[in-house]
């Protein structure tokens, strides 16, 4: 009855190995994204999120596929210094921690932002005396926990408004344009190796909001002050258009002696997904990949979550999803075989 039991049991597991893995040949496996990425030296990352750490299916995904994570939400204000001077990394350390268990790197996401701060930081009208403190204290011991465990930080996340103005945030309002070369000088000093960013949406294509970080990226060269990359996040949709000056704009970042990365990938649509659409968004990942492949400081790429199934697209965006590679029963879409004929 035991080895019965056992025997069918190893039938079933080989019959499961054959159906889910059908092009994998005695010994070895199909190449991951990761694996493609790297042979280019790039690589190959997905956004991840603490409450998903529960599901083992996704996990194994998560896991293999790609070689870098990013915290969806974890490594936030509101999460890491929910009252003033109290830190709490439990929600990064646990998203370190899986990352270092897959030998995957971890991109810091995110110091300083306007959203999602916690309330005793927006409930208060700030001296800048006062703000610059606790803009230091917060930047210094979060990056301090951190080092030599993230490579790369988003040190100021959406700076800009769309018409290339500096968006009205509390920092803006109380400190003026300067905090950005602070930040990125208190950060540098709290760890000098790791790769010091600023990351914005709508800075795909050369325009208005790119040509601002262009002209702040060189002030800031020339001034000496510590920036290694610009994160383009890469929020797009299909209702838009795809950024077709995308391989321009990240070459003319590089000539300023700066890295790039699309860092927060999804192209989300206009609900019901069709098939026509889900080929049009395969097209746009590919061309992505091909962008950011030809430009050799561009190192890497992150979609903002893998699967439909935990996208942030839905719940902000209404009528719209199906903005991933996988869809929400963990299957790969046609974007997802896309992006591993760029790589290849
Ligand atoms: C999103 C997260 O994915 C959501 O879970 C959260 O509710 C809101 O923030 N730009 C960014 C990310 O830089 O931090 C945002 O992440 C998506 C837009």
Redesign the pocket.
Known sequence: MRTHRLRLAGVVAAVLVAVTAPTAQAGHRDPTLADLAQRHGRYFGS?T?NPELVDEPYKAVLGSEFDQITP??GM?WYATEPQQGVFDFTKGDEIVDFARAHHQKVRG??LVWHS?LPGWLTGKEWTADELRAVLKNHIQTEVRHYRGKVFAWDVV??AFNEDGTWRDTVFYRTLGPGYIADALRWARQADPKVKLYL?D?NIETVGAKSDAYYALAKELKAQGVPLDGIGL?A?LALQYGYPTSLEENLRRFAKLGLDTALT?VDIRMILPATEEKLAQQAQWYADLTDACLAVRRCVGITV?DYTDKYS?IPAFFEGQGAALPWDEQLLPKPAYFAIRDALR
Do not use: F, L, P, R
């Open positions: 956004a999120d969806g939400n936030k996401h995110t999602q996340n959406e990351n949406y996040q929020h927060e903002w942030w």
